[in-house]
């Protein structure tokens, strides 16, 4: 959602069977799809995790300057963000806007629904650099907390990143985003937003 200052890097995999399969190979083959596709049915439908976000919000952001150097010099924004519904829920489109007295930040998030992973994808695009960050942030709902993870090189090294959405209600909710730069197994913190709805 807030990528800011670095872009996504996230790699999915995709086994193909070549079709000179042995019979026995196949079967086996057969058996391993079906495990899978019973696994998948059994996911919950998490098409409408989103719909809490939909409409126009009040957003009061943090902001760590330096990530990952040591410095605690954080900066602090507001503004709005606004978030439509696409594709009865299994999309989205999210306009931010914040500033305070030298920044002005605008970006756009695209969320998509993928039914059979059961997991979202989240984009992220900067006004200003007008491109589109890919591949995207990956995860899921649990429990009332969505997590979202990918790979990324930050000034030259890589790292991870982590979208946490937290604190939900009908009114507010919570974003954080969090870098690591030893596998996940520390996080450091980097941008906190916390949104009130806006009454029409």
Request: glycine residues 8%; negative net charge; charged residues 20%.
């Amino acid at each position: 959602m807030l990528k800011l200052p670095c872009f996504g890097a996230y790699f999915l995999g995709v086994l193909l069977l070549a079709s000179w399969s042995t019979p026995a190979l196949a079967a086996s083959d057969s058996s391993g799809a079906a495990v899978e596709s019973q696994a998948a049915a059994e996911q919950p439908d998490s098409q409408h995790d989103f719909d809490f976000e939909f409409g126009s919000w009040k957003a009061q952001l943090r902001r760590l300057l330096h990530p990952l150097s040591g410095s605690n010099t954080w900066v602090e924004m507001e503004g709005t963000s606004v978030v439509r519904e696409i594709w009865d829920g299994r999309a989205n489109l999210g306009e931010l806007e914040v500033r305070n007295a030298t920044t002005h930040l605008e970006g756009l998030t695209m969320r998509l629904y993928n039914p059979q992973s059961h997991e979202w994808n989240i984009y992220w695009a900067s006004a200003s650099d007008g491109s589109l960050g890919t591949p995207p942030m990956v995860g899921r709902f649990k429990d009332g907390r969505g997590e979202f993870y990918d790979q990324e090189t930050f000034q030259g090294k890589p790292i991870r990143v982590r979208f946490v959405f937290s604190d939900i209600t009908p009114k507010t909710f919570r974003f954080e985003q969090a870098f690591s730069a030893d596998e996940g197994k520390t996080w450091e913190t980097n941008w906190i937003a916390n949104f009130t709805r806006q009454e029409p």
